[in-house]
């Protein structure tokens, strides 16, 4: 999901991540307090102390975002949910899910975690800012305290909206779970009321745009569509798991793959069998020994001119445990290596054995069709 980001600490077992979008969420923050909030609560100083404090402020920020998703992590672990890390990004931050809660007690208490954490940190830098202004009423660290009560309230609540991937949107997923017992419906319920409030923030934010304030207006779009985007892509992951539960890739492989032997050259190749059968992947065979494979990609690295005397022999990728998986291999597991690695498409063999080839297409063809064929409940009845 953040393949650029970058690690900085390990707490607990826990790698934590900052992803380059950070930067402009702190840097916003940053230049936000130093500029408007400060010198408005603490009017007088020099502009170094507003700097200051807005450093301490927005480091103060990222060490809250941090326990929260903490604490999302330990309640997982004690549930036996795998943790990948924790990432933060411009829109906050996130505990990575190796794998879904399996009850929906444990989806509630790794989901609440988070909010309580944040409120127990709000009561913290209130008291912390009330006894400042009781002890030593013109130390300009009050307003730090005071600011941090305040955004980790904020977030509290805010992450209480039922909406995905906010904490509310999962805890409310755990209710319709708990009372139907059937995650994928409760998934699906959940990912409307998530898309009503994503469209409700959009088009606040558009009219926004056009009364005068356009940065908290075009914030309002953006988290918008962040909203959107992560339900629907929450209840496509759970269908797929459904769909694909105890299936193997034997079930939706292409058997009898149009196949191409080392010897002929990439022209024949190009214009009769990629152009004729309509095929951008090919195995590569010799009698009944799979070589490996020939692509539209590794074309790419052959000036066409130079395509008749070319050989597929001379620029097919040998066959390997990247391009390779056995007919066995659970279907979910291979969408995971999809998503792991980009590659879309797969020989499937037994030993030198060519058994058929499976394509991302081929997976979400079956699953388009088992829609159609089994609409949501028959999907859940039988997963």
């Given amino acids: 999901m953040f393949s650029n980001a970058f690690k900085i600490a390990t707490l607990q077992g826990f790698d934590i991540k900052i992803d380059p979008s950070w930067a402009l969420i702190a840097a916003l923050i940053t230049w936000s307090l130093s500029t408007q909030f400060f010198p408005r609560v603490y009017p007088g100083a020099a502009p170094g102390v507003y700097i200051t404090l807005a450093l301490l402020a927005m480091l103060g920020f990222f060490a809250s975002l ?182 193997t890739i034997a079930r939706m492989m292409t058997r009898d793959a149009v196949t191409v032997l080392p010897e002929v050259s990439l022209q024949y190749l190009v214009d009769e069998v990629m152009l004729t059968e309509r095929k951008t992947f090919v195995p590569v065979t010799e009698g009944d020994v799979l070589l490996g494979y020939v692509s539209t990609e590794l074309l790419q690295g052959v000036r066409r001119e130079e395509w008749l005397v070319t050989k597929v022999g001379d620029v097919y990728a040998p066959l390997d445990e990247d391009n390779t998986v056995s007919p066995g291999l659970p279907a979910a597991e291979l969408m995971a290596k999809v998503s792991a690695t980009g590659r879309r498409k797969f020989l499937v063999a037994d030993g030198r054995q060519l058994l058929g080839v499976i394509t991302l297409t081929d997976l979400m063809s079956y699953l388009a069709v088992l829609q159609d064929i089994r609409p949501l409940d028959g999907i859940s009845k039988r997963s």
């Fill in 66 to 247: 941090i326990l929260h998703e903490m604490s999302h992590s330990v309640v997982a672990r004690r549930f036996g949910v795998e943790i990948k890390g924790i990432t933060l990004f411009i829109f906050g931050g996130v505990a990575e899910l190796g794998s879904e809660p399996k009850t929906a007690i444990s989806e509630f208490w790794i989901a609440i975690a988070g909010p309580l954490m944040s409120f127990a940190l709000a009561l913290g830098f209130w008291l912390l800012a009330q006894a400042g202004s009781l002890l030593a009423p013109e130390m300009a660290l009050n307003h730090v305290f005071a600011y941090l009560a305040l955004i980790n309230l904020v977030l509290a609540v805010f992450n209480l909206v039922p909406a995905f991937p906010l904490d509310g949107g999962r805890i409310f997923r755990a209710y319709l779970w708990s009372q139907s017992k059937d995650l994928l419906k409760a998934t699906a319920t959940a990912t409307r009321i998530s898309s009503f409030f994503a469209y409700a923030l959009i088009i606040f934010g558009v009219i926004g745009l056009f009364s005068g304030n356009p940065v908290a207006s075009l914030w309002k779009v953006l988290i918008g569509v962040f909203v959107l985007m992560a339900a629907k892509g929450t209840y496509a992951h759970q269908l797929q798991a459904a769909a694909f539960k105890d299936k």
